[in-house]
């Protein structure tokens, strides 16, 4: 018999079909006629699937009537057209295979509802919940869209290095990596000799696959990396993790202009897709997580980006008489409180900051005419603030080996880096994307712990 999927045996066109669909129970309701409903939920959609289970089953007195949430059952029977609201099929069973039981008593799913806090206790179990069966399809739909977007932008997909010897900005706080005995050598309190270690010098996890990327765009054209990065900052708070995947395009013959662009255009299609592919799940999050994610989306769609240079955001930030805990003048950095006004309440929009202070951003960056600011550009976005942070990388030899200097860096380490301004040198642009901060952005989500399987904090990495 043919397997069907919840998403598929809800469609109209399958009634009268004999099927069979494997799932988990959500509910089990008896009725006095002599027959239950039962409510099977596979992952495949946000909705369930009723289930009508009679009592001349074989085994209807001593199973059927003893399923609970969280069961798993295989089952055969008929598609029907269903009178119920919101479903327009159900299920006559002819068979209910029971594969395994779940103890109402113990399984802490049973009740209605969890707080979000306390289903990150239960990482193995909350994907079995309506929300974070949402997010996984609605991560999932970005991802897919990331790759269509850039594919059909004629982006190539390149994989940078997990492990490096080079901290990409010097800004980033990194993991160590390495195979030296730590334990043997804090017993013996020796020195501490590289020359033992795998790479033979401090190897670190990857914090951006920029640099490595701006080699394969300075041969290759545009080039995307998608992949695993890591910070060891010891920040708590429900917009930054541990480990995170990060989107990097890098684009040859690309001026900060063109970067805006693309960072537009790539936003406003993972947006388009999430509400078109995902669309009861995007229902879902409007009603339960944030009644104004479906408003802001579309407004997200409907409307250019702000594009705002920084000096002019100081201005406003200055001028809006909110009493901020970080107070603003022109050189500081934003902080997400600054982001999220400038995003949220002054323009309700996403805002694109460009030309920021030299003095707060990395060496690779354009250094402006002005001598004062460089072309970075960070996106912000309703609900998350800073979601992209990119800019025109500086390609004149000299202005790069002097910036390095102004930022104590060795050029002798960045030999590979300035070789690429050496020999056949290009403008060129592009940005980091945190994955996770996307998916807050669509779904409305508050807590970047929630939109990844397996958040790794501080003092948080169990499974
Ligand atoms: P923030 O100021 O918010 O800490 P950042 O300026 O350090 O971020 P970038 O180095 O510009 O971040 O990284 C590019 C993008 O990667 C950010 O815009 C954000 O989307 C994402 N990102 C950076 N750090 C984290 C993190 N710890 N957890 C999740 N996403 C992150
Ligand atoms: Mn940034």
């Not at 495949?44 to 001593?62: G, K, P, R, W």
Request: one cysteine or more; aromatic letters at 12%; glycine letters at 6%.
């Amino acid at each position: 018999m043919q397997k069907l999927r919840v998403c598929d045996a809800r469609k109209q066109e399958t009634v009268g079909q004999q099927a069979c669909l494997q799932g988990w129970i959500r509910t089990r309701r008896d009725s006095k006629g002599g027959f239950s409903f039962l409510e099977v939920n596979d992952g495949s959609c946000l909705a369930n699937i009723q289930i009508i289970a009679d009592n001349s089953l074989s085994n209807y007195e001593t199973e059927i009537k003893k399923l609970s949430a969280g069961c798993s059952v295989s089952l055969e029977g008929e598609i029907k057209e269903s009178g119920g609201k919101g479903q327009t099929t159900e299920v006559l069973a002819t068979s209910i295979t029971v594969h395994g039981w779940a103890d109402p008593e113990e399984f802490p799913l049973q009740k209605k509802r969890h707080s979000f806090e306390k289903l990150r206790e239960w990482a193995h179990l909350r994907p079995r919940t309506n929300a974070f069966g949402a997010v996984a399809r609605v991560r999932n739909s970005i991802c897919r869209s990331i790759h269509d977007f850039f594919q059909e932008e004629s982006f190539l997909y390149v994989h940078t290095p997990i492990i490096t010897a080079s901290d990409c900005e010097g800004a980033g706080e990194m993991f160590r990596v390495t195979t030296l005995d730590l334990e043997t050598i804090a017993e013996k309190a020796c020195q501490l000799d590289y020359s033992f270690d795998f790479f033979d010098r401090p190897s670190f996890l990857t914090v951006s696959g920029q640099l490595e990327a701006e080699i394969y765009a300075t041969a290759l054209g545009k080039v995307y990396t998608f992949g695993p990065t890591f910070r060891a900052e010891n920040s708590n708070t429900s917009r930054h993790l541990a480990e995170f995947w990060m989107i990097e395009p890098e684009m040859a013959f690309y001026e900060l202009p063109d970067n805006m662009d693309v960072a537009e255009r790539f936003l406003k299609r993972i947006v388009t897709d999430a509400l078109d592919r995902c669309s009861e799940d995007m229902e879902f999050f409007n009603l339960r997580v944030d009644d104004t994610i479906l408003a802001t989306l579309q407004s997200v769609l409907d409307n250019e980006f702000v594009r705002l240079p920084y000096t002019e955001a100081v201005e406003i930030l200055e001028k809006s008489g909110v009493a901020f805990d970080f107070p603003v003048r022109w050189g500081i950095d934003l902080q997400s409180e600054h982001e999220r006004f400038l995003t949220e309440q002054h323009f309700h929009a996403p805002v694109i900051v460009y030309d920021f202070p030299r003095s707060i951003k990395p060496f690779y960056m354009y250094v402006n005419d002005d001598g004062k600011t460089v072309r970075a550009m960070d996106v912000l976005a309703p609900n998350v603030g800073e979601i992209i942070g990119g800019s025109q990388r500086e390609d004149r030899l000299d202005v790069l080996t002097s910036r390095m200097a102004e930022q104590d860096l060795n050029a002798e380490e960045y030999w590979w880096y300035i070789d690429l301004r050496r020999f056949g040198t290009v403008p060129h642009s592009g940005f980091g994307l945190g994955l996770e901060r996307l998916v807050q952005f669509v779904t409305g989500m508050k807590n970047i712990r929630d939109v990844i399987p397996f958040p790794r904090t501080p003092g948080s990495a169990d499974f």
